[in-house]
């Protein structure tokens, strides 16, 4: 993808990456290899510094975006203030997506690491009836992921 001036848009040019995964119709089944997509999908936003897309993506993917964009973050709120005044297209996921109204990405409960709601920090975040506790990655240390464990 080439860089683009869009207040949204890419900051570099960059390589877009499409993840494609079994998943539930239960948000609190643990999805094949639940770790190890998440372990990628946390390398790549944190310590590589990736942008989520912003229509086809899990909360966790937006956490740090208003960091990530800065200025561009602040001038596409500013405008979208301006041309919709009354909140006629905001909802509060798109508030919590562009950290409006002190609203976070992030929803933190019991299972909320399954569909990717927020990063586990805590085993009930993942599926510990089921195996699954909240580990650090293999190769991504930093990585909080919902891992079997047997």
Not at 1 to 27: C, F, H, Q, W
Request: glycine fraction near 10%; proline fraction near 4%; aromatic fraction near 8%.
């Amino acid at each position: 993808m080439k860089k683009s001036t869009a207040y949204l848009g890419k900051i570099e040019d960059s390589v877009d990456i499409d993840m494609s995964y079994y998943r539930s119709r239960d948000p609190n089944k643990p999805r094949l290899n639940e770790d190890m997509m998440e372990e990628i999908e946390q390398m790549m936003l944190f310590k590589y510094n990736g942008l989520p897309h912003l229509g086809k993506n899990r909360n966790v993917g937006f956490i740090g975006l208003r960091e990530k964009l800065g200025v561009r973050m602040d001038k596409f709120v500013d405008v979208m203030q301006r041309f919709d005044e009354g909140g006629l297209f905001s909802s509060d996921w798109s508030d919590a997506v562009l950290g409006l109204r002190g609203k976070q990405p992030a929803i933190v409960k019991k299972g909320c690491a399954l569909d990717g709601l927020c990063i586990c920090s805590a085993d009930e975040h993942c599926a510990p009836d089921e195996g699954y506790l909240c580990r650090p990655g293999l190769v991504y240390e930093k990585a909080r992921v919902c891992r079997k464990v047997r």
